[in-house]
């Protein structure tokens, strides 16, 4: 069992920059791939980006094309943390932002996610 906690969240100016950050608890961050989804409100949930872990200090990142370039997924194995770096914010990066966990270099949709978080709520003025 894997329990994931976000933290984070807020009120930002566009622009501005943001910075999650998931702790996971229950079993080590190198057992499952970890990642990001949000969702905006009427829309279906989104995949962000994704780390997973190969050999013993080094992980492989994986990001949505929206994201690519503005965010930025880091891992801390010895604080079973995952952050989310969100530079250049937008009003349409509005959303309930999400930590998952799940299998080792196969998350990318809503229906391979093993553990969600409880979200945490961004939203970006204009």
């Known amino acids: 069992q894997v329990q994931l906690v976000e933290s984070g969240g807020g009120l930002v100016q566009a622009g501005d920059s943001l910075r999650l950050s998931c702790a996971a608890s229950g079993r080590t961050l190198r057992s499952y791939a970890m990642g990001w989804f949000r969702q905006a409100p009427g829309k279906e949930r989104e995949f962000l980006a994704t780390v997973s872990w190969s050999g013993s200090s080094t992980y492989y990142a994986y990001y949505a094309d929206s994201v690519k370039g503005r965010f930025i997924i880091s891992a801390d194995n010895a604080k079973n943390t995952v952050y989310l770096q969100m530079n250049r914010l937008r009003p349409e990066d509005t959303a309930v932002y999400y930590c998952?966990?799940?299998?080792?270099?196969?998350?990318?949709?809503?229906?391979?996610?093993?553990?969600w978080g409880q979200g945490t709520q961004v939203t970006v003025s204009s």
């Open positions: 998952a966990a799940g299998p080792l270099n196969a998350l990318r949709t809503s229906d391979t996610v093993n553990y």
